[in-house]
């Protein structure tokens, strides 16, 4: 990926050195850590991951929505399950590996996607997918859970 300059500092973008699959990882990785045993993700959050996924329709977008919601019960139940033991750790720190994995792999997903749905409908000029994973990753570093 082709490092661009930050205009105020004229230094190379740290998350534009980074290939898709790094920037997705990034991205997974923040959006697991908003998953807690107690605390469901908003549903400004869950739109959120939704949108950057790029479905293309209402209809993709439901189908995106019922995905992420199987995906965040699956971690919680095993967040929920942890009892502090060794093998309940090693179960928490094995779905949280697979959680970020998949996420990985949705978000992923969304970059082809937002670039056939700008190709399609938006003649080329929609928002560039990367840069709005980027974005996502920006805003939401050192927030935590």
Known sequence: MKQTRDENTDAAHPLDAGSDEE???MAAELV????????????????????????????????????????EQQL??????????????RRVREAKRAAISEMRAMLL?????????????????GPDPREQLRRFVEEHAGQGA
């Open 23 to 25: 920037l997705a990882a």
């Open 32 to 71: 697991t850590s908003w998953v807690s045993a107690s605390t469901p993700l908003t549903e400004s959050q869950g739109w959120t991951i939704v949108g950057l996924q790029h479905m293309g329709s209402g209809q993709g977008e439901m189908y995106a929505w019922g995905k992420l919601g199987t995906w």
């Open 76 to 89: 919680t139940a095993v967040l929920a399950a942890d009892d502090g033991s060794e093998e309940s750790r």
């Open 109 to 125: 997903a969304g970059i082809p996607s937002g670039e056939r749905t700008n190709r399609i409908w938006r003649n080329g000029l």
